[in-house]
């Protein structure tokens, strides 16, 4: 799976690759417009990484470069810019997400996953985890083939957890995922804690082996 | 308020009503004081010519007598009487009822001595004149009227060349009414063949244009610093994210980075709220459309239900069908604010509620004594120093009502807070 990073801010470029490779990701970079254009107008990616505002020009004009080409690629918009504006007119010029900074690398990794699902036809709708299955059109999850019953939340939950297999999350970039933009207008987390405890409980009362492990309290961790 | 042309209409008016007060008086003495002399004049001559003429016609005693009898009944206006001595002649006015003319009449008098062939006869004289009080009404009438008349001449004249001396004012004030900051463009002041007019153009226009610049230097300045900060803080933000992978974290390293995370989002929040500060004073979200307030918070309600039940506080939302005409986006940050502010200061254990009433939604939370109301709408005023929000979440919520007229207001009372806002 490449991925390529279109990020004038070589720290962040270089810890978005850091997370995402460890994800068995295959990451590459690129710091300004040029370098974008050249590399989108070379060669394919699963899912672009795209900030906007790039030493040399327009992010969205990549958009435009990839709509003319009738290229397929995943476009996530990662931007300092958060409004609604800037949104819809990312969202508009055809990309599949768009995400403000600062944001999480589990949230990052949460959205690529979810692109890359929508984005590939073949039998992909189907996430497989030991003997846990989740049907992504129906929403079905099954473990040993027996229905499990999740709330939307849970269901949200458990694939973020599965795109950040192996990863340890904190519990502010899960109560970010869970709750969006009024997640940062509160210190305490606890509640992501009664969620994760659901979800748990459901999963293991299923059958499904203890993959899903807390860390000190403040952690969480799906190992697969 | 006064009005411009009306203020300079406003000295002529008082100057012409106090000269024709003034002029009341002075017309009625000098009318009365030519009446009366006239009069007086007259009597005199009547007088001498009824000595002249007794005297000239040589009659005995006693036939004068009798026909200064005769004349007393016959002759209107005056009066004999036989006088013993000589008294000095008195002219003087007086009012009595008439029998004649059955009214009450004012008449000049002259009380003066004749001799005819050697006796002395009192005679009064008296002419009916206009009453005094009759005179003054009549001279007041009249000067009224005049009075309406400039009055009327004045306001009329005043505002035809007013109006043509003050219409590049005007015209200015016009356009200066419609100049707007956010536009980022000066007004266009109309040109003036008046220096004056000109120079307050030229200075408006100066000042204008400096305006539009500090304006718009400190809009890009609060943006940029804003922007500027977000990718510091993406940096830290991944940066932790990362430190939490490695394997060698025991618990206290995860508080410490718990503790972190917290801090960062909270300088997150900080900053996320100035720039929408600045942007809702910049005016921008001005798109609107009509909006259901109870689905709104329906939609609101599935973020925060799960953050009431881990806080254990009851919530309560009774909102049923009201809908406000505004722009969504600052709709659902003004309410998500104050239903932030409510969460976070409530006690595990309180109570949080919401209703509509008409044209007004009422946050009640449990408190345990009221918080300072004229700290607790600015700007990192921390209405309690035990919950740490980013101190913006409520000076929010107040520059969202302002810019829709709507009011917000806060009081305290059975161990509730209660934040209105009246739509």
């Known amino acids: 799976m490449k991925i390529l990073i279109i990020e004038d801010e070589p720290e962040l470029a270089a810890d978005i690759g850091a997370y995402l490779t460890a994800q068995d990701y295959l990451c590459e970079y690129a710091g300004t417009w040029a370098q974008a254009r050249e590399k989108v107008e070379l060669y394919r990616y699963e899912c672009i990484l795209l900030d906007l505002m790039l030493p040399g020009g327009d992010g969205l004009d990549i958009l435009d470069i990839l709509k003319e080409q009738g290229q397929q690629d995943g476009v996530i918009i990662i931007s300092a810019k958060n409004d609604y504006e800037s949104k819809i007119k990312g969202l508009h010029a055809g ?75 904190g519990k502010s970039a899960l109560a970010e995922h869970l709750s969006g933009d009024i997640a940062d207008m509160f210190d305490n987390h606890d509640f992501v804690y009664a969620h994760v405890k659901n979800l748990k409980k459901k999963l293991t009362e299923a059958g499904y082996g203890n993959y899903l492990k807390t860390i000190y309290a403040t952690g969480y961790k799906w190992e697969g | 308020m006064k009005k411009l042309l009306d203020q300079s209409l406003r000295p002529l008016v008082m100057y012409a009503m106090v000269v024709l007060i003034v002029s009341i008086p002075v017309y009625f003495l ?18 001498e010519k009824l000595e002249k003429r007794l005297t000239s016609l040589d009659l005995p005693d006693s036939s004068v007598s009798d026909m200064i009898s005769v004349l007393d009944k016959v002759q209107p206006g005056f009066s004999f009487t036989q006088a013993t001595a000589p008294s000095p002649d008195s002219s003087y006015t007086l009012i009595r009822f008439d029998t004649f003319m ?32 009759e005179t003054i009404l009549a001279i007041a009438a009249v000067t009224i009227f005049f009075f309406i008349l400039l009055l009327a001449g004045f306001v009329y004249l005043n505002r035809k060349t007013s109006l043509r001396l003050w219409r590049p004012f005007y015209d200015t004030l016009a356009s200066l009414q419609s100049f707007r900051l956010e536009g980022g463009k000066p007004a266009a002041l109309p040109v003036s063949q008046v220096t004056e007019f000109t120079d307050l153009n030229q200075s408006l226009d100066r000042l204008m244009d400096a305006s539009l610049a500090s304006y718009k230097q400190q809009k890009e300045f609060t943006e940029n610093a804003s922007h500027e900060l977000q990718t510091p803080l993406a940096i830290v933000k991944s940066k932790l994210d990362l430190l939490l992978q490695s394997r060698s974290l025991d618990q206290p390293q995860m508080q410490i980075l718990e503790d972190a995370y917290q801090a960062i989002n909270r300088v997150t929040r900080i900053n996320k709220n100035l720039l929408l500060l600045a942007k809702i004073e910049h005016a921008q979200f001005d798109q609107q459309q009509n909006i ?22 009851h919530y309560a939302q009774q909102v049923s069908e009201m809908t406000l005409k505004a722009n969504p ?39 345990i004594s009221p918080l300072d109301e004229h700290s607790l709408f600015r700007r990192f005023a921390q209405a309690s120093h035990e919950h740490a ?24 009372d059975c161990g509730h807070h209660h934040f209105t806002v009246i739509f």
């Not at chain 1, 030991?130 to 849970?154: C, P």
């Not at chain 2, 000098?30 to 007088?47: G, Q």
């Open chain 1, 95 to 169: 990309a599949d997400d768009y995400l403000a900074k600062p944001f999480h690398l589990p949230e990052l990794a949460a959205r690529i996953y979810s692109v890359i699902r929508r984005r590939s036809f073949a039998n992909q709708n189907n996430v497989l985890q030991n003997e846990l299955k989740v049907d992504l059109s129906s929403r079905v999850v099954t473990v040993n083939g027996a229905v499990v019953s999740l709330t939307r939340k849970e269901l949200d939950l458990l694939l973020f957890f599965i795109s950040n297999k192996n990863r340890v999350i």
């Open chain 2, 30 to 47: 000098t009318i009365n004081w030519i009446w009366e002399n006239e009069l007086d004049k007259h009597h005199y001559a009547i007088r």
């Open chain 2, 102 to 133: 059955n009214d009450r009449e004012q008449f000049r008098c002259l009380m003066t001595d004749i001799r005819v062939n050697g006796t002395l006869l009192r005679v009064l004289i008296e002419t009916n004149m206009e009453e005094i009080d």
């Open chain 2, 292 to 313: 259901s307030v109870a689905e709104l918070f329906h939609a609101l309600d599935a973020h925060f239900l799960d953050r009431f039940e881990s806080s254990r506080i």
């Open chain 2, 329 to 367: 986006m600052l709709l659902e940050i003004l309410l998500t604010n104050l239903l932030v502010n409510a969460l976070r200061y409530t006690p595990a254990g309180g109570s949080v509620s919401v209703r509509a009433d008409q044209s007004k939604l009422l946050f009640a939370n449990t408190g």
């Open chain 2, 389 to 412: 929000g980013s101190g913006l979440g409520l000076a929010i919520a107040r520059e969202i009502c302002e810019r829709y007229n709507w009011q917000i207001k806060y009081d305290f």
